[in-house]
């Protein structure tokens, strides 16, 4: 796989508690693996938004925080909706990320060139 050292002006959304519509096991293992070559090959979305159950992803006992974490470290940003931390009663375990609302999350899909729903 080429690497891409560079941020391209893509917006990934997470919309689920992991990757597909599988049992949570396999959806956290797939969601792993997506985060996990992001981070090793440098492909660098500019912001990825969680919203819907997106957001157990971002919150206390997530088991993808560390990679989320580093990619945050590596620039990109990671807009967690507010309404939906609510919704959950997860405000108060929020890990990485910034809370933003819906109008954040349009803005980055609006500036976006492209938009990645998983």
């Known amino acids: 796989m080429a690497t891409s050292p560079e941020k391209t002006s893509t917006v990934i959304l997470l919309t689920n508690d992991g990757m597909g519509n599988a049992d949570q096991g396999l959806q956290h293992k797939l969601i792993r693996a997506y985060l996990t070559l992001l981070n090793e090959h440098d492909i660098l979305p500019s912001v990825i938004c969680f919203f819907t159950k997106g957001v157990k992803l971002v919150t206390e006992g997530s088991p993808v925080l560390d990679l ?11 807009i967690v909706c507010q309404t939906c931390l609510h919704h959950f009663k ?13 109008g954040d999350i349009l803005e980055a899909q609006w500036r976006a060139e492209k938009v990645i729903t998983l």
């Open 68 to 78: 989320l974490s580093s990619l945050e470290d590596k620039g990109v940003w990671l």
């Open 90 to 102: 997860l405000q108060e375990k929020l890990k990485v990320g910034i809370v933003g609302g819906m």
